[in-house]
């Protein structure tokens, strides 16, 4: 039955690569039937954009630009801007910002002068130079105080300054001002995010998708916010699919496909983000994970290995390689990865849990109690750590200890256990 759901996967998410190329080809070809059309080639080149095909983007917006006038002419010289930024291509250690002489073009006779200087502020932030992007602001302040990529560069700079709740206030301040406009939404959604809100982001982030369906970052955000599920999982797919060239996509794509059991998609997934991106552990320990989970282990353990290559000291790399152990018999080197783990990041209880739960597994319930002495003074107000603190001390005869631990876990505050089996094993001791 798993089989099938992951072929299923794997054909949405092409079904999604050729809904996108279908977007494209529609747009292509409304190009070519009006080769003089300003707004049909800025659409094609901002779609080029959005699906990091950046120099086709290029290409099609200096078209666009040569072929508009006045406002659409400043729009697609500003886009062709944010072209560059997006490409990733910056050097701190030039005197200035490749991309200035473009944001001055952006002014168009009388046109754009405000957004030239948002632009050039912008530019600014890629360097960090933030006397200089307020200097750019400033000006652009006096030419036109209202004009929303101005208020959305002021947020910018608050969060480039660190100042993460500066950021909220003033993008909450410009939805509420300019609620038809996605960009603030979505800026908004992500700010929650990185304070570690993710529900309030939520709410932001499904508006920005609802006002620009087309956005691989409004899908991409929206995985990020939700709880791991179908929901967030076929949003990353859509981001993908959207933008096949985003390693940071594809790893959440990973993980939420490991989150509701497509394993062979996760592995995929995994392995496309490494392909784009080496240099990232999360994506080497999640593709550890999946082999763990599709059972192969020697491959698992090679993944994990190769996460432990990029950051030695990341836990959820020490989890996988235990799994890679414990699937290979290797019981003492797959418990001594998982305390490793705890050691690396003693907040987080797993790598406490499956020492015990493998130790039972393998009959060694001396060891397994051992361990779970310790795993319920670092946790004592885990329902799990009492459960299995009982469960290793009724595999070592010890009723009414037991009782005792069963009793904890049913009555302690934090953490998530079946109160039903657990109390079914409590009904059990005689």
Known sequence: MWKAGITLALVLVTSLSAAQETKLAALKADVKAKPADANAAFALGRAYRRAGRFAEARAELARAAGLAKGAEAVR?????????????????????????????????GSEGE?????????????FERHALVDDELKAAEKLDGNLYELK?????????????????????ALTKATPGRADAWLLLGQQQIEAGKSAAAVAPLRKAKELDADWPEASFELARALPDGTEARDLARSAVAMRGTWPAAWLRLGELELATGGYDAAQKAFETSIKQSPKVVAAHAGLAMALVRLKKFAEAKKAANDAMGVAANYAPARVALGEAHNGLGEIDEAVEQFKFAHSLDNKEPIGLFRAVEVL?????P???EAHAEGMVKAFPEHARA????????????DKKSARESYKKALAA?????DKAAVQKKLDAIK
Not at 387 to 397: K, V
């Open 366 to 368: 001396m060891k397994a």
């Open 413 to 417: 505050p934090k953490g998530s256990i």
């Open 386 to 397: 009492w459960e299995l603190h009982g469960d290793a001390e009724l595999a070592n005869n």
């Open 360 to 364: 039972l597994a393998a009959k060694q």
């Open 152 to 172: 959305l560069a002021r947020a910018k700079l608050a969060i480039n300054k660190g100042d993460r709740d500066d950021a909220i206030t003033k993008l909450e």
């Open 76 to 108: 697609a010289r500003y886009e062709a801007v944010v072209v560059e930024w997006e490409s990733g291509k910056h050097n701190p250690s030039l005197p200035a910002p490749p991309s200035l002489p473009m944001c001055k073009q952006v002014k168009v």
């Open 114 to 126: 405000a957004l030239s200087r948002v632009c050039a502020a912008e530019a600014w932030l890629t």
